[in-house]
């Protein structure tokens, strides 16, 4: 797969070509020949039910409120 992009700037055209490679197709871990996700307890990546990766919000303590509470 390859994406071309013209882009004119000033009268000067740039030629912008980028080249990617599709990984290899399936679910993640080792069956859908995927990186394989960790089984630690503390991953809080997961396969989604779609089958695509799906990483967890759930984070407790919630940093964000740390955050705030540090600027004011």
């Known amino acids: ?16 070509t980028v080249v990617g490679v ?3 197709q399936g679910g993640p871990g080792g ?3 995927a990186p394989a996700i960790s089984a630690d307890p503390d991953n809080r990546i997961r ?3 779609d089958g695509g990766l799906h990483v967890l ?3 407790i303590p919630d940093p964000l409120a740390y955050y705030i ?4």
């Open 31 to 33: 069956g859908g020949n």
């Open 47 to 49: 396969e989604g039910s």
């Open 69 to 72: 509470l540090a600027k004011g």
């Open 22 to 24: 599709r990984g290899p």
């Open 1 to 16: 797969m390859a994406i071309t992009t013209h882009i004119t700037n000033n009268g000067r055209l740039t030629v912008v």
């Open 57 to 59: 919000d759930n984070l």
